[in-house]
């Protein structure tokens, strides 16, 4: 028997187990352990997702049109977007970086991208399915979600260290800032994504599919 059925919660801070008042009334439960507003399931959860997760794609677009950064020299100004900066890399043999800010830039936000949607359409269309294979996935957009910050890291770092007056200087391009809004709203969209609800659809008897 799970603990909903119990009209039990888990605390979101400390993760004590909790008392729920009955699912109509108006008190409000609260961690007898540290104080924190508990409730059986994250409030407006798909909502939430869905709407950070919609934000993430619109900003995607322009993070990968812009420039990630301008590159100032005595012979002139190169700006370089997220996927010309991997091409240039191939081109001068450094395959090992280009193949790091490939999967941490490109690949890691359109998986957790691609990995959230399925959740979330699984959830709404109340699939028994695979539910231990999608909490797999969810677990896993927790652990690659930190990757998408590495192009990001980079170009701080050079603008940081890269400055010798008029011979050569490195400034961010919009398309960073488009990208960090990206990573910024696909951690928020796995936060608010709560994956008790792959389980809530699962029978009583346990006897479906997994």
Aim: aromatic share 10%; charged share 15%; proline share 4%.
């Amino acid at each position: 028997m799970r603990a909903l059925e119990l009209g039990m919660g888990s605390c979101p801070v400390c993760h004590a187990m909790v008392k729920l008042p009955p699912r109509h009334s108006a008190v409000t439960a609260l961690c007898p352990r540290c104080g924190s507003e508990v409730d059986a399931r994250k409030p407006d959860s798909i909502q939430k997702t869905w709407a950070l997760l919609l934000a993430s794609i619109v900003f995607y677009i322009p993070a990968n049109l812009l420039p990630m950064m301008h590159v100032e020299t005595f012979a002139g100004t190169q700006s370089d977007t997220i996927m010309s900066g991997v091409l240039y890399f191939m081109e001068t043999g450094s395959y090992l970086i280009a193949f790091v800010i490939f999967v941490a830039s490109i690949f890691v936000p359109i998986l957790k991208i691609i990995i959230l949607i399925y959740l979330l359409i699984s959830v709404q269309k109340k699939s028994r399915t695979q539910q231990k294979t999608r909490t797999y996935l969810y677990r896993l957009t927790e652990i690659i979600g930190r990757w998408s910050m590495v192009d990001v890291y980079v170009v701080g770092t050079m603008v940081a260290l890269v400055h010798f007056g008029s011979l050569t200087e490195i400034k961010a391009g919009m398309g960073a800032n488009f990208f960090l809004l990206v990573v910024i709203m696909t951690m928020f969209a796995a936060m608010s994504f709560d994956p008790r609800l792959i389980w809530d659809t699962k029978e009583c008897n346990g006897t479906q599919k997994q």
